[in-house]
């Protein structure tokens, strides 16, 4: 698994998991991040906060937050 | 609330962004009234309309992405819904984030009253390359599912009829309901049977047992209050071995979501890129994003001094006028009778009126930055520079536009989300230098400092700034314990402005301006100009005056005259009464006396107190609103300290270095 903010721009990752207390856990899902959810990275400037796209949407996430979300690659390989 | 039968009550729930308050201001026009929640800081806006002869009331209820009580908005919205039993909910979604803007729904459901969808920004949804059936959709929900494109009035009508088919029961409701896992399903029959007999009536024990696995810090607390010790102990112990069931719960919604609109949406090819996305690949850009952002500032700028500032002086001189015109026609009156009304009432209504200008443009300017959805792309973009003093991109615009004025500074924090972040955004507002502010600057600078008076502005300028950010900074660690607001921000669709709902937006803002600020600001401003006119009617004798004399010795810390003391005092009505101050108690020629009285050490303390003073009083008036007496007593408090502080440091250390 690796922390959401690995990925670069247009890649794609699947959710696994969400770190963090109940409050965190509840306002991610409620904006469409649940185990299972395709996330795009749709930029990545490698410092400031990054947008991706779940289930439609484009959320602007911290690097702390995109920290706090595990994915898988959409094949189960390694990330480039 | 009144006879159900003669107006129904309909509630208008929905996330954030999906349209909702423009089918709000479609439905009652101006029959609409904005408040606060009782208790609360979180708008209200409450309306009526007619159809069919049967008035109806609307309650628009605040945007929320769910309903857990995780913050005041979602609180709201549930307990409105458990506590008012509304005859319908009109849940709004927004068509074209379709799977997202449903997960409210799924919450809704749950809840014991009859539910109307509508599927908002159809057009919107068809631009970006989404096909939605609602009959399908409706055939899997089970409810009443209604299009609409509430920017240009289309399926206003089908709401209506729908709206009344269902108040007068003529709609069969037969809802669909997520289910979560049977493992978890099991645990919450067990809690239920538990919290079932000590429940107050009003909620469903289903649900709570189901908000109590989602943690849901309300909804523990009701329950551990109401239970034995030892039932408390059984419940604890099954939320703490299933601690995982807010994601699985979450999860079965989605699935439930993506089961319902399986039939009914067809999606664009994946990997084709959006409308949205091919703007956001420029506006969202670190450079070039920002170079628009900076031109889109300055185009602000440019609106509100080219056309915001010379309105204001219009209207400044126009109450001028308005005040001489009184004097003469109340010539035999008692001289402070006319005082009273060319001086203080006029002065203090004028002073009012001469922010509204500024303040239209304003609420202008936020209205379309929000509903275009550049305004969230806005605090994208700021959130790297904002993020050590603890505040959230959002907090950006508000600030920047306090260099216009402080009053709309303040009033902008609305669109802050956390409590938080939007009480240190209020707390800050006032250190941004106005433009009042900086007029007292540039009239006093030069005749103190002549060549290096552009040089003194820029630092004093400067300065304000380096404060804002270090007592940022300062605020965020001890009054917040240096706890990050998280910045987690939905970047709504970009869609044109609709004209409507920017009217009604200017249009109240400004309404609640006038009819709170407006009156304190009014009160002060006489009670300063009573002041300085008794007890004999010459402010250079008056008790503002004397007042000045008695603050002599804190004055002497500062190398500050009696005159400047009155001065600074003055301008707490508003800033630019320094120079006119300053000039009824120095006579008519400032340029020679003020640096006469004032040494460069002292002159420069009292600019730097001017800059960092208690803020106006029409600033403190809408803290007051915004925040509260409490707040609003601190800001003054805090500083009114800095300032004294900032000027005995400046002067004294310019005494050491000769200047005094």
Redesign the interface.
């Given at each position: 698994m690796y922390p959401l903010i690995k990925l670069k721009a247009n890649q794609r990752g699947v959710i696994r998991a969400l770190r963090g207390g109940h409050r965190f856990i509840a306002r991610m899902a409620s904006l469409g991040f649940t185990p299972g959810a395709v996330v795009t990275m749709t930029r990545n400037d490698g410092f400031g906060p990054v947008i991706v796209s779940v289930r439609g949407t484009r959320v602007a996430l911290g690097r702390g937050e995109a920290n706090r979300v595990l994915i898988v690659t959409p094949q189960g390989g390694h990330l480039d | 609330m009144t006879d159900e039968r003669s107006s129904p009550v309909i509630a208008l729930a929905g996330q954030p962004n999906v349209g909702k308050s423009t089918i709000f201001n479609w439905l009652t026009g101006l029959n609409q009234h904005v408040g606060n929640w009782p208790g609360k800081t979180i708008e209200q806006k409450i309306g009526t309309f007619t159809h069919n002869g049967r008035q109806y009331t609307v309650v628009d209820l605040p945007g929320t992405?769910?309903l857990?009580a995780?913050s005041e908005e979602e609180r709201i919205t549930r307990d409105y819904i458990l506590r008012e039993r509304p005859d319908v909910v009109v849940a709004v979604a927004d068509a074209?984030?379709?799977?997202?803007s449903l997960?409210?729904l799924t919450e809704l459901i749950a809840l014991p009253v009859p539910i109307i969808l509508v599927l908002n920004m159809m057009d919107v949804a068809e631009h970006e390359g989404i096909q939605i059936e609602p009959k399908v959709l409706q055939a899997a929900l089970g409810i009443p599912v209604v299009p609409m494109s509430a920017t240009h009035g289309v399926g206003m009508d089908r709401l209506l009829s729908t709206i009344e088919a269902t108040v007068d029961g003529r709609i069969p409701y037969t809802p669909s309901r997520p289910h979560i896992s049977p493992e978890h399903q099991e645990v919450a029959e067990k809690l239920k049977a538990i919290v079932a007999p000590i429940l107050p009536d009003l909620y469903p024990p289903d649900w709570v047992a189901l908000k109590l696995l989602?943690?849901d810090?309300e909804m523990i607390a009701l329950v551990r209050e109401r239970l034995s010790p030892e039932q408390w102990k059984a419940v604890d112990a099954l939320l703490y071995r299933h601690e995982d069931a807010?994601?699985d719960i979450?999860?079965a919604r989605?699935a439930w979501i993506e089961r319902m609109i399986r039939a009914a949406v067809t999606?664009p090819r994946v990997g084709q890129v959006s409308f949205?996305?091919r703007l956001?690949n420029v506006l969202?850009h670190?450079l070039w994003g920002m170079l628009i952002l900076l031109a889109v500032l300055g185009g602000v700028f440019w609106l509100t001094y080219t056309i915001g500032a010379p309105l204001q002086g219009w209207m400044g001189d126009w109450a001028q006028k308005l005040a001489d015109l009184s004097r003469q026609q109340l010539a035999a009156a008692p001289p402070w009778l006319t005082a009273l009304i060319a001086d203080g009432l006029i002065g203090g209504v004028g002073l009012v009126i001469t922010f509204l200008p500024i303040l239209i443009i304003f609420f202008a300017v936020m209205a379309v930055l929000e509903d275009t959805g550049y305004m969230?792309r806005i605090?994208?973009l700021t959130?790297?520079f904002m993020?050590a003093m603890g505040l959230h991109?959002k907090s950006f615009i508000p600030l920047l536009l306090g260099f216009g004025c402080n009053v709309p500074a303040v009033l902008g924090t609305r669109i802050i989300e956390t409590k938080r972040a939007r009480l240190l955004t209020i707390l800050l507002a006032p250190l941004v230098p106005c433009t009042a502010r900086m007029a007292v600057i540039t009239v006093l600078t030069p005749l103190f400092f002549h060549s290096y008076a552009p040089l003194i502005a820029w630092g004093l300028v400067t300065m304000n700034v380096i404060v804002l950010a270090l007592l940022g900074i300062l605020l965020h660690r001890l009054l917040f314990h240096g706890e990050?607001a998280?910045?987690?921000?939905?970047?709504p669709?970009y869609h044109l402005p609709n004209l409507r709902t920017i009217g009604l937006y200017v249009w109240q803002n400004l309404l609640a301006f006038l009819q709170k600020a407006g009156s304190t600001i009014l009160l002060v401003s006489l009670l300063v100009w009573a002041l300085a006119y008794f007890p004999g009617g010459v402010q250079s004798e008056s008790y503002l005056v004397a007042f000045g004399h008695a603050l002599e010795p804190l004055g002497r810390l500062m190398g500050l005259s009696w005159q400047a003391l009155t001065a600074l005092l003055t301008s707490f009505v508003a800033k630019e009464n320094t120079i006119a101050t300053l000039g009824i108690l120095y006579g008519s020629d400032l340029a020679a006396a003020l640096p006469h009285s004032l040494s460069p050490a002292s002159a420069l303390a009292f600019l730097v107190v001017q800059m960092l003073f208690v803020p106006c009083a029409a600033t403190v008036a809408v803290i007051r609103q915004e925040a509260g007496n409490r707040w609003a007593l601190f800001s003054v408090a805090l500083l009114l300290f800095i300032s004294v502080l900032a000027g005995i440091l400046v002067y004294q250390l310019g005494a050491v270095l000769g200047l005094g």
């Amino acid at each position: 698994m690796y922390p959401l903010i690995k990925l670069k721009a247009n890649q794609r990752g699947v959710i696994r998991a969400l770190r963090g207390g109940h409050r965190f856990i509840a306002r991610m899902a409620s904006l469409g991040f649940t185990p299972g959810a395709v996330v795009t990275m749709t930029r990545n400037d490698g410092f400031g906060p990054v947008i991706v796209s779940v289930r439609g949407t484009r959320v602007a996430l911290g690097r702390g937050e995109a920290n706090r979300v595990l994915i898988v690659t959409p094949q189960g390989g390694h990330l480039d | 609330m009144t006879d159900e039968r003669s107006s129904p009550v309909i509630a208008l729930a929905g996330q954030p962004n999906v349209g909702k308050s423009t089918i709000f201001n479609w439905l009652t026009g101006l029959n609409q009234h904005v408040g606060n929640w009782p208790g609360k800081t979180i708008e209200q806006k409450i309306g009526t309309f007619t159809h069919n002869g049967r008035q109806y009331t609307v309650v628009d209820l605040p945007g929320t992405y769910s309903l857990t009580a995780n913050s005041e908005e979602e609180r709201i919205t549930r307990d409105y819904i458990l506590r008012e039993r509304p005859d319908v909910v009109v849940a709004v979604a927004d068509a074209a984030v379709l799977e997202r803007s449903l997960y409210l729904l799924t919450e809704l459901i749950a809840l014991p009253v009859p539910i109307i969808l509508v599927l908002n920004m159809m057009d919107v949804a068809e631009h970006e390359g989404i096909q939605i059936e609602p009959k399908v959709l409706q055939a899997a929900l089970g409810i009443p599912v209604v299009p609409m494109s509430a920017t240009h009035g289309v399926g206003m009508d089908r709401l209506l009829s729908t709206i009344e088919a269902t108040v007068d029961g003529r709609i069969p409701y037969t809802p669909s309901r997520p289910h979560i896992s049977p493992e978890h399903q099991e645990v919450a029959e067990k809690l239920k049977a538990i919290v079932a007999p000590i429940l107050p009536d009003l909620y469903p024990p289903d649900w709570v047992a189901l908000k109590l696995l989602e943690g849901d810090g309300e909804m523990i607390a009701l329950v551990r209050e109401r239970l034995s010790p030892e039932q408390w102990k059984a419940v604890d112990a099954l939320l703490y071995r299933h601690e995982d069931a807010v994601l699985d719960i979450a999860s079965a919604r989605y699935a439930w979501i993506e089961r319902m609109i399986r039939a009914a949406v067809t999606r664009p090819r994946v990997g084709q890129v959006s409308f949205t996305g091919r703007l956001d690949n420029v506006l969202t850009h670190p450079l070039w994003g920002m170079l628009i952002l900076l031109a889109v500032l300055g185009g602000v700028f440019w609106l509100t001094y080219t056309i915001g500032a010379p309105l204001q002086g219009w209207m400044g001189d126009w109450a001028q006028k308005l005040a001489d015109l009184s004097r003469q026609q109340l010539a035999a009156a008692p001289p402070w009778l006319t005082a009273l009304i060319a001086d203080g009432l006029i002065g203090g209504v004028g002073l009012v009126i001469t922010f509204l200008p500024i303040l239209i443009i304003f609420f202008a300017v936020m209205a379309v930055l929000e509903d275009t959805g550049y305004m969230a792309r806005i605090a994208y973009l700021t959130d790297r520079f904002m993020h050590a003093m603890g505040l959230h991109g959002k907090s950006f615009i508000p600030l920047l536009l306090g260099f216009g004025c402080n009053v709309p500074a303040v009033l902008g924090t609305r669109i802050i989300e956390t409590k938080r972040a939007r009480l240190l955004t209020i707390l800050l507002a006032p250190l941004v230098p106005c433009t009042a502010r900086m007029a007292v600057i540039t009239v006093l600078t030069p005749l103190f400092f002549h060549s290096y008076a552009p040089l003194i502005a820029w630092g004093l300028v400067t300065m304000n700034v380096i404060v804002l950010a270090l007592l940022g900074i300062l605020l965020h660690r001890l009054l917040f314990h240096g706890e990050q607001a998280s910045f987690i921000m939905e970047l709504p669709l970009y869609h044109l402005p609709n004209l409507r709902t920017i009217g009604l937006y200017v249009w109240q803002n400004l309404l609640a301006f006038l009819q709170k600020a407006g009156s304190t600001i009014l009160l002060v401003s006489l009670l300063v100009w009573a002041l300085a006119y008794f007890p004999g009617g010459v402010q250079s004798e008056s008790y503002l005056v004397a007042f000045g004399h008695a603050l002599e010795p804190l004055g002497r810390l500062m190398g500050l005259s009696w005159q400047a003391l009155t001065a600074l005092l003055t301008s707490f009505v508003a800033k630019e009464n320094t120079i006119a101050t300053l000039g009824i108690l120095y006579g008519s020629d400032l340029a020679a006396a003020l640096p006469h009285s004032l040494s460069p050490a002292s002159a420069l303390a009292f600019l730097v107190v001017q800059m960092l003073f208690v803020p106006c009083a029409a600033t403190v008036a809408v803290i007051r609103q915004e925040a509260g007496n409490r707040w609003a007593l601190f800001s003054v408090a805090l500083l009114l300290f800095i300032s004294v502080l900032a000027g005995i440091l400046v002067y004294q250390l310019g005494a050491v270095l000769g200047l005094g």
